[in-house]
């Protein structure tokens, strides 16, 4: 059995909704397990945001996905990052958690291991590309095998519309309020992204 791990991070459920379309696309190959964990929230952050209907929502959304740990990394095969655009990068919470896997950099554990990235936006200009770009650094840190989304399967990606999809990850534009929900097209080409994690692990790891 091969096996498929979506960390990922979400505060408005953006992510969350693109991770869950990630995982119907690994789903889609024969003999892969899938499993779903969400980044752990800083307590800072639940002060700061609580009482805010959107947040208080989408987090009451994701209280029963599992928290994710070093162990599940370890456990898998093929890892597929949700991680949201803070200023260009990673959130402070994805970054966290992987500065914590030194043990697992440091014994190679990592290493072989495929992987790619789901992020999202405030706009179409807000660094959706600059977040895969540079996720894609302490992944390869890891020894990870990056995989991205090329045009040849995703000709949505040939468009002027202000929807997501780049040839280094599958995205989405939330919108400067966070009102903007995924486009159909960002999920099929986030699910083509699952299943092309989950065929790449299969014939390494299968």
């Known amino acids: ?46 002060a ?9 929502q989408a987090q009451e959304m994701q209280k029963d996905v599992p928290t994710a740990t070093h162990e599940d990394l370890k456990w898998a095969d093929g890892i597929l990052w949700g991680i949201p655009t ?5 959130p402070a919470q994805m970054k966290q958690f992987l500065d914590s896997a030194g043990s697992l950099w440091m014994n190679g554990e990592l290493e072989g291991k495929v992987t790619g990235v789901v992020t999202s936006t405030g706009s179409i200009h807000g660094g959706q590309e600059t977040t895969a770009l540079t996720t894609f650094v302490p992944l ?12 040849g399967e995703n000709p949505e990606q040939l468009t002027t519309d202000g929807i997501g999809g780049s040839p280094y990850a599958a995205s989405t534009v939330a919108g400067p309020d966070g009102s903007s929900q995924p486009d159909e097209r960002d999920l099929t080409m986030t699910r083509r992204l699952g299943k092309r994690i989950a065929e790449t692990a299969k014939k390494l790891h299968g």
């Open 1 to 46: 059995m091969t096996k498929v791990l979506i960390p990922y991070y979400s505060t408005f459920g953006h992510i969350y909704t693109m991770v869950k379309a990630a995982a119907e696309g690994a789903a889609q190959v024969d003999g892969v397990e899938v499993k779903i964990v969400r980044i752990e929230e800083f307590d800072a952050v639940k």
């Open 48 to 56: 700061a945001m609580s009482g805010q209907d959107a947040y208080d």
């Open 86 to 90: 803070r200023y260009g990068t990673m």
């Open 140 to 151: 390869m840190h890891f020894g990870m095998i990056y995989v991205g989304l090329p045009y």
